[in-house]
């Protein structure tokens, strides 16, 4: 691999990881401790592995299709994905800074929409950046689901 692409599989890991930094600042805390939860709640201790991984498929997503010439070849997959990377960010500043689930889970439906973009704009170019964002899709599936019913069960 040249020095250029490595340079920008390391930008990238730092991109998604610094995303996931800006969302790991707002903890879960006594007020999340308190709610109810459906039964079906994994374990605190899995989502910070989950989400590990999720990052870095993100960020080997984004770098196959960041190859094909960068931002000014790519401008709106990229673009895609870096407006479903803020959004992803913004999620846990209202669910667990704002304590509003209600909230959370509409930004987690703008979320749900922008990953669901970028794959499909990603599919078009690189088939395997698309479907590393798989996994990604169906645990926001999951923790839509998640979402919605802590917001239903604690009004």
């Known amino acids: 691999m040249r020095a250029h692409t490595v340079i920008g599989l390391v930008a990238w890991f730092i991109v998604c990881y610094g995303a996931a930094a800006v969302g790991a600042q707002f903890e879960p805390g006594e007020w999340y401790e308190a709610l109810t939860r459906p039964p079906w ?14 990052y870095g498929l993100m960020a080997v997503s984004a770098w196959l299709v960041w190859r094909r010439g960068g931002f000014a070849a790519q401008p709106l997959p990229l673009s895609a994905f870096m407006v479903q990377l803020g959004l992803n960010a913004t999620w846990s500043w209202l669910f667990f800074g704002l304590n509003r689930p209600g909230i959370a889970l509409g930004g987690l439906v703008l979320l749900y929409l922008a990953v669901a973009a970028t794959l499909v704009l990603f599919w078009k170019l690189e088939r395997v950046a698309a479907s590393l964002l798989v996994p990604y899709l169906l645990w926001l599936s999951f923790a ?3 979402n919605f019913e802590i917001w239903r069960l604690n009004p």
């Open 41 to 54: 709640t994994p374990p605190d201790w899995l989502f910070g592995p989950v989400w590990t991984v999720l």
């Open 144 to 146: 839509a689901a998640l």
